[in-house]
């Protein structure tokens, strides 16, 4: 497969562009300025797209059989303090990514759009997730020692995920654990829905490499288009 990345020098974006490549998939990987990456892996190549800009978008499809957008504002695998304080500032900025990488698939609506989300909007129980309550938003954020100005945040990826909603193109919304950090590829993992799925501690958690090992695997076997997944051990 050809397979696009945007975010592909952040935390995710990186990680999944290693399990395309490793896999024998082509990959271009999108960054806000890619003019200066000097990067010879094979199969891989770089160039600059802007998120918020559906001209900038539809200019790099052509020849893509599925776009992975793991777009955050700044770069939080360099600086996660800016990538905060960005979220905070504009929370809208992840809407009106979404909309713009939709309004782009007009002019490719074969290609699929897979978009690596938050996982604030996940039911904890039956019609209850924390995005909409701020009691339960702001204990996850304490636990994952994030400040309650992120709440924001995580509400604008709600919004996000409710404008692919309203869309009838080929797109696919990933909710992380709710605790996703940098470890160990095991590559074995649950899958679930609208729900998190909780391991034995009933904690909602995932390494950021197996998170892309499903990204990869939804990429090259979809088995959600037009719906959320999430993944947990």
Same mark, same amino acid.
């Given at each position: 497969?050809?397979?696009?990345v945007?975010?592909?020098?952040?935390?995710?974006g /990186?990680?999944?562009v290693?399990?395309?490549?490793?896999?024998?998939h082509?990959v271009?990987?999108?960054s806000?300025d890619?003019?200066?990456?000097?990067?010879?892996? &094979?199969n !891989?190549g770089w160039a /600059? %797209?802007? *998120?918020l $800009?559906a001209a900038?978008?539809?200019a790099v !499809?052509p020849?893509?059989d599925?776009l992975?957008s793991?777009?955050?504002?700044?770069?939080?695998?360099?600086?996660?303090t800016?990538?905060?304080?960005?979220? *905070?500032a $504009?929370?809208? %900025?992840y809407?009106?990514?979404?909309?713009a990488?939709l309004?782009?698939?007009d002019?490719?609506p074969g290609?699929?759009?897979?978009? +690596?989300g938050?996982?604030?909007s996940? #039911?904890?129980?039956?019609g %209850?997730?924390?995005?909409?309550?701020?009691e339960?938003?702001? #204990?996850?954020?304490?636990? !994952?020692?994030l400040?309650r &100005?992120?709440?924001?945040? +995580?509400?604008?990826?709600?919004?996000?995920?409710?404008? !692919?909603?309203?869309s009838?193109?080929?797109?696919t919304?990933? /909710?992380?654990a709710?605790?996703?950090?940098?470890? #160990?590829?095991?590559g074995r993992?649950?899958i679930?829905?609208d729900?998190?799925?909780l391991?034995?501690d009933?904690?909602?958690?995932? /390494? %950021? &490499?197996?998170?892309a +090992?499903?990204l +990869?695997?939804e990429?090259e076997?979809?088995?959600? *288009?037009q719906?959320?997944f999430?993944?947990?051990?």
């Amino acid at each position: 497969m050809h397979i696009g990345v945007i975010g592909a020098t952040g935390t995710i974006g /990186s990680r999944v562009v290693i399990e395309a490549l490793r896999r024998g998939h082509r990959v271009t990987a999108f960054s806000r300025d890619a003019s200066a990456i000097d990067d010879p892996r &094979e199969n !891989l190549g770089w160039a /600059s %797209v802007d *998120v918020l $800009d559906a001209a900038s978008i539809a200019a790099v !499809l052509p020849g893509l059989d599925i776009l992975i957008s793991g777009f955050q504002p700044g770069n939080a695998a360099k600086d996660i303090t800016d990538t905060i304080q960005r979220s *905070v500032a $504009d929370p809208t %900025v992840y809407e009106r990514a979404a909309r713009a990488l939709l309004k782009a698939l007009d002019s490719q609506p074969g290609t699929r759009l897979l978009v +690596v989300g938050g996982a604030g909007s996940l #039911e904890i129980e039956p019609g %209850v997730t924390r995005a909409d309550h701020d009691e339960l938003l702001h #204990e996850a954020l304490d636990a !994952l020692g994030l400040p309650r &100005e992120y709440a924001a945040a +995580v509400r604008g990826h709600r919004d996000a995920l409710n404008v !692919l909603r309203t869309s009838n193109r080929l797109w696919t919304y990933f /909710s992380p654990a709710e605790q996703i950090t940098p470890g #160990e590829r095991t590559g074995r993992f649950r899958i679930g829905g609208d729900q998190p799925v909780l391991d034995a501690d009933g904690l909602s958690r995932i /390494s %950021v &490499e197996d998170a892309a +090992v499903a990204l +990869v695997d939804e990429a090259e076997l979809p088995r959600f *288009v037009q719906r959320r997944f999430t993944i947990g051990y």
